[in-house]
């Protein structure tokens, strides 16, 4: 069995749905926004395929098989959406004439964050994903299948338009310094094996990794540490007392999941994610500094919104643009 993909739709669309997409009426406050913002800042959603989204992203009805195939396009012309997070290839990889075809949605200024394959980054998956368990630990942090599998089809399909390849580790039961360190020497003999080149970001779910030596292995490898809200971690600029940011080859952030709440949980209080339901301004404002913290130092930043972070993602870009607005250094070029 095949563990429920959490976002609508299929990356791997089809051409079931005739009627054409168009994109939603472009806002003038937004287009304002956009000339605002620092253009190295690059705020995006966690994948794409919601119909919800009606009236922020897409102009009329739509399906998420119609917007997995072809919703790149309207939502590339967001003013203020300039890079996206595919989900999918968590799930699945996708071979290099798939992330061609969505390169060709967008505009040359457009950038993607592909999170890896999970045989990759998941020790044990149980019966109900995708592969057995004997097989995925068999790849864990396993460089020949990540070059293969996701790091080669990703720099071959996409090429200047990619942007981070981001190792989503879920919670592993790191609690001891010993364990803590162990997966943190493991870790980077897995990164030291990956192809120079690629943006390459790490994110982790056990506050016991951000320890000293977790920073000077990111750093020795030249790898970002992913700035995240989530449950089991710190907050992002207590994240950041241990991961310097001005020490990291770019700022990648991704706010996934409202504090309190289940993944699940989430999901039933948040669809159709056309609305903040449960705005988190505190999250915003740490996503703001350590954007203003990535342009004082020269660096790009990125940040991956998901609908379960406070009920939207678009409006919660929008929200973010504006403190981003207000915090000093951001504005203009």
Not at 74 to 81: N, V
Not at 183 to 189: A, D, K, Q
Not at 241 to 265: F, S
Request: aromatic share 8%; hydrophobic share 40%.
């Amino acid at each position: 069995m095949r563990r429920r993909d959490p976002n609508q739709g299929s990356l791997f669309g089809d051409d079931s749905d005739s009627e054409e997409l168009t994109a939603a009426p472009t806002n003038p406050a937004l287009q304002i926004l956009r000339e605002a913002l620092h253009p190295s800042v690059r705020l995006g959603t966690s994948s794409w395929s919601f119909p919800g989204w009606r009236g922020l992203i897409w102009g009329g009805p739509c399906s998420t098989t119609q917007l997995a195939q072809d919703g790149l396009r309207c939502y590339a012309k967001h003013p203020l959406l300039r890079t996206v997070g595919i989900d999918k290839t968590y799930y699945r990889p996708a071979p290099r004439e798939e992330y061609a075809r969505l390169r060709a949605q967008v505009s040359d200024d457009f950038r993607f964050l592909v999170k890896a394959h999970e045989a990759v980054t998941r020790q044990e998956i149980g019966a109900s994903s995708s592969h057995q368990t004997t097989t995925t630990a068999v790849r864990f942090l396993d460089p020949g299948y990540a070059v293969n599998e996701v790091i080669h089809p990703v720099m071959e399909g996409l090429g200047a338009s990619a942007g981070p390849i981001l190792f989503q580790f879920s919670p592993m039961g790191v609690r001891s310094a010993k364990s803590a360190e162990a997966f943190t020497r493991r870790l980077g003999v897995f990164l030291r094996a990956c192809p120079v080149g690629p943006l390459y970001a790490v994110e982790v779910r056990d506050r016991a990794l951000m320890r000293p030596s977790w920073a000077a292995m990111l750093r020795d490898t030249g790898v970002s540490h992913s700035y995240g809200v989530h449950p089991t971690m710190p907050p992002p600029l207590v994240q950041a007392q241990t991961v310097d940011p001005a020490g990291q080859p770019a700022i990648v952030c991704r706010w996934m999941l409202h504090a309190g709440l289940g993944y699940q949980a989430a999901v039933d209080r948040y669809e159709p994610f056309n609305e903040i339901v449960d705005a988190d301004p505190p999250s915003r404002e740490q996503f703001a500094r350590l954007c203003s913290l990535a342009i004082s130092h020269g660096k790009d930043s990125w940040v991956i919104i998901n609908n379960k972070a406070e009920g939207s993602a678009p409006r919660s870009v929008e929200l973010l643009a504006r403190a981003l607005g207000r915090t000093d250094g951001l504005l203009g070029a």
